[in-house]
């Protein structure tokens, strides 16, 4: 059983498209997570929840909307995909908040043509 | 503003040298400090981690250093494998945030 799962594993879309990402955790995990790891291989918090409530919401575009129908379930919607969104995204999720043991799905390869 | 540092970008080790990667931190609020692995095509995996009380921690092959005055820690790896070549994450985090703040990473190449 795969204890975070995403889905896509690729995406492939023109400029302008709307798409979205799902994750699923079976960990029973409060927290979650989306990261975006850029062509550098940089990683970097996009947005986290605790128990379907936004607690992180770093500097994103407002065409990047996460939704948490449940403490296992967080999607990221990403509306008017532009070039500069393709990147590898990954979902994640940890059972206390201050970082500690965080899993990782194995990531979205978003790439916007 | 990067809060975590990491040098060597890149590194090459011929089979059973030892890695050695550091990272350097400027928060002094960060307690926590867990080292991640990457392969290609995966997500980063955890690998072993450190809070500031010990100076030290090891399992198997791999030791965390830790360096509190000088906000500086390491990871080493004994005996370096063809299979530990993969790209290595430090990252740091605070009491009270999920933010785990990640350094740029180290690709490592262990060569047989």
């Known amino acids: 059983d795969t204890a975070v799962s995403q889905t896509p594993k690729y995406l492939v879309t023109q400029m302008g498209n709307d798409k979205s990402i799902k994750c699923e955790q079976n960990?029973?995990?409060?927290?979650m997570y989306w990261y975006k790891q850029d062509s550098k291989k940089f990683l970097k918090i996009m947005f986290s929840?605790?128990?379907?409530?936004?607690?992180i919401n770093e500097t994103v575009p407002n065409r990047f909307s996460p939704k948490s129908p449940d403490k296992a379930h967080l999607n990221l919607h990403i509306n008017s995909l532009e070039l500069g969104d393709s990147a590898v995204y990954f979902c994640?999720?940890?059972?206390?908040?201050?970082?500690?043991?965080?899993?990782f799905g194995s990531g979205t390869r978003l790439t916007v043509v | 503003q990067q809060q975590v540092k990491q040098s060597p970008q890149s590194l090459i080790v011929q089979k059973g040298g030892i890695s050695i990667i550091n990272c350097a931190y400027e928060?002094?609020?960060?307690?926590?400090f867990p080292w991640y692995q990457q392969f290609p095509g995966k997500g980063p995996a955890l690998l072993i981690a450190?809070?500031?009380?010990?100076s030290e921690k090891k399992e198997g092959r791999f030791t965390i250093s830790f360096n509190k005055s000088a906000k500086q820690f390491s990871l080493h790896i004994m005996d370096s494998q063809p299979g530990d070549s993969a790209t290595y994450f430090c990252a740091a985090s605070r009491v009270g945030s999920e933010k785990l703040v990640f350094g740029k990473g180290t690709k490592l190449t262990v060569n047989p």
């Open positions: 960990l029973g995990h409060d927290t």
């Open positions: 929840y605790n128990n379907k409530e936004l607690i």
């Open positions: 450190i809070r500031p009380d010990v």
């Open positions: 994640a999720s940890s059972q206390d908040r201050g970082g500690y043991g965080y899993t």
């Open positions: 928060n002094t609020a960060f307690d926590y």
